[in-house]
């Protein structure tokens, strides 16, 4: 069977999407598909104009930003360029993660499967490169999400965030929605056991390059108040460079896993820690508390989008409401700290959730069964 795959890079690019896009190319191989690269649609500079003339208008009618990224002149488009495209090559399915906006319209025989890690209307206000959108704009992306969603023969999302969004906001029939999770975008341990001292150092790993919306900040006053308090603790920073001098904080400003040096850095970092803290803002899949996950890292964060289909609340880690602060996460992190066993058992627990679900190989095999599910003649 040949799978039609639409990606703005070639797919064996592992920076794409922080390597997500290859891991999906690389399990889609594995499970026998013949895989064609379709390069995303390019507008021409009179396309880009119409747009550009369209997104003004509204923002001057309306005094509100418009969205560029899912609009209607946009998606009629691409979907007509994507349709010539598409004429030229044999395929058996069309695989579109993430670009909506491209098939929206688009009409074509062979099933379309689309693949995103949330809803573009539950972004609205939520990120801010979605916010700040006037009501028509709001109404206009609203309405396009849900008629590629119902055109679509399957839509995959990456938690039951996103999928059960699709299902109530949307009425997409439940038939057509699956919830397949991402998995770590590097090499985690063949096999886990628990070894790690806790009678020594306690290491934090703050891991990612937003230290604004993941709310470094936040982890590091938290971290703080438990620091004054006499616990022993580290808390190390990778993937931005905050202005914090202090001899209990590492902070390594930025790591390519693009790199096998860094990334070998990156994956003794995680073994060597004892908990990844990251209190995000805002998150949809983060594939770093997957990382943490496959090793045996119990996660700190919040109870946002979708990160509780990867962080299971006092089983895996520990999700407080986003309007916690860092007193808050002190205390809970206290009561961790204070029941040493707790780490031992969320570790165990967080590292077999990585082997039942968290992982890339679950992926490809449902994915495999999500297409020859389709029942394509």
Same mark, same amino acid.
């Given at each position: 069977?040949?799978?039609?795959?639409?990606?703005?890079?070639?797919?064996? /690019?592992? $920076?794409?999407?922080?390597?997500?896009?290859?891991?999906?190319?690389?399990?889609?191989?594995?499970?026998?598909?013949?895989?064609? #690269?379709?390069?995303?649609?390019?507008?021409?500079?009179?396309?880009?104009? !119409?747009? =550009?003339?369209?997104?003004?208008?509204?923002?001057?009618?309306? $005094? !509100?930003?418009?969205?560029?990224? +899912?609009?209607?002149?946009?998606? !009629?488009?691409?979907?007509?360029?994507?349709?010539?495209?598409?004429?030229?090559?044999?395929? /058996?399915?069309? @695989? +579109?993660?993430?670009?909506?906006?491209?098939?929206?319209?688009?009409?074509?025989?062979?099933?379309?499967?689309?693949?995103?890690?949330?809803?573009? *209307?539950?972004?609205?206000?939520?990120?801010?490169?979605?916010?700040?959108?006037?009501?028509?704009? =709001?109404?206009?992306?609203?309405?396009?999400? $849900?008629?590629?969603?119902?055109?679509?023969?399957?839509?995959?999302?990456?938690?039951? #965030?996103?999928?059960?969004?699709?299902?109530?906001?949307?009425?997409? /029939?439940?038939?057509?929605?699956?919830?397949?999770?991402? *998995?770590?975008?590097?090499?985690?341990?063949?096999?886990?056991?628990?070894?790690?001292?806790?009678?020594?150092?306690?290491? @934090?790993?703050?891991?990612?390059?937003? #230290?604004?919306?993941? !709310? *470094?900040?936040?982890?590091?006053?938290?971290?703080?108040?438990?620091?004054?308090?006499?616990?022993?603790?580290?808390?190390?920073?990778?993937?931005?460079n905050p202005e914090i001098q202090e001899n209990w904080v590492e902070i390594i400003p930025f790591l390519n896993k693009n790199n096998p040096e860094e990334l070998t850095i990156i994956q003794e970092k995680l073994s060597?820690?004892?908990?990844?803290?990251?209190?995000?803002?805002?998150?949809?899949?983060?594939?770093?508390?997957?990382?943490?996950?496959?090793?045996?890292?119990? +996660?700190?964060?919040? /109870?946002?989008?979708?990160?509780?289909?990867? +962080?299971?609340?006092?089983?895996?880690?520990?999700?407080?409401?986003?309007?916690?602060?860092?007193?808050?996460?002190?205390?809970?992190?206290?009561?961790?700290?204070?029941?040493?066993?707790?780490?031992?058992?969320?570790?165990?627990?967080?590292?077999?959730?990585?082997?039942?679900?968290?992982? #890339?190989?679950?992926?490809?095999?449902?994915?495999?069964?999500?297409?020859?599910?389709?029942?394509?003649?």
């Amino acid at each position: 069977m040949k799978i039609a795959f639409y990606s703005s890079h070639p797919l064996d /690019d592992k $920076r794409n999407w922080s390597g997500t896009m290859y891991k999906m190319y690389e399990q889609v191989l594995s499970q026998g598909f013949e895989v064609i #690269w379709v390069k995303k649609i390019e507008f021409s500079e009179n396309e880009q104009q !119409r747009v =550009k003339n369209r997104e003004n208008f509204f923002k001057r009618i309306f $005094r !509100r930003g418009y969205n560029s990224h +899912v609009n209607y002149l946009k998606a !009629r488009l691409a979907a007509n360029k994507l349709k010539q495209e598409l004429s030229k090559i044999d395929f /058996d399915v069309l @695989f +579109v993660p993430t670009f909506l906006n491209d098939i929206t319209f688009l009409n074509i025989k062979q099933p379309i499967i689309y693949l995103n890690d949330a809803n573009v *209307g539950q972004l609205l206000n939520y990120y801010p490169y979605y916010s700040g959108f006037g009501w028509f704009s =709001k109404k206009e992306t609203k309405w396009l999400e $849900r008629k590629a969603l119902k055109n679509n023969a399957m839509n995959v999302f990456s938690s039951e #965030w996103a999928a059960d969004y699709a299902v109530k906001h949307y009425k997409i /029939d439940p038939k057509k929605v699956e919830v397949l999770k991402f *998995g770590a975008n590097l090499i985690t341990p063949d096999s886990y056991t628990f070894s790690k001292s806790l009678e020594e150092e306690i290491v @934090f790993l703050f891991l990612a390059v937003d #230290w604004k919306r993941k !709310r *470094g900040q936040l982890a590091y006053e938290s971290l703080e108040i438990l620091k004054n308090k006499g616990y022993n603790i580290r808390f190390l920073i990778i993937g931005c460079n905050p202005e914090i001098q202090e001899n209990w904080v590492e902070i390594i400003p930025f790591l390519n896993k693009n790199n096998p040096e860094e990334l070998t850095i990156i994956q003794e970092k995680l073994s060597g820690s004892h908990f990844l803290f990251v209190p995000t803002l805002a998150d949809c899949t983060p594939i770093a508390f997957c990382e943490a996950a496959g090793y045996g890292l119990p +996660v700190i964060s919040t /109870d946002t989008g979708g990160v509780s289909a990867h +962080v299971e609340n006092e089983k895996t880690g520990v999700l407080l409401p986003s309007k916690a602060q860092a007193h808050d996460y002190a205390s809970a992190i206290q009561i961790i700290l204070s029941h040493p066993q707790l780490i031992k058992e969320y570790s165990i627990k967080a590292r077999k959730k990585y082997e039942t679900e968290l992982n #890339w190989d679950v992926w490809g095999k449902r994915f495999k069964d999500l297409i020859n599910n389709l029942n394509i003649q």
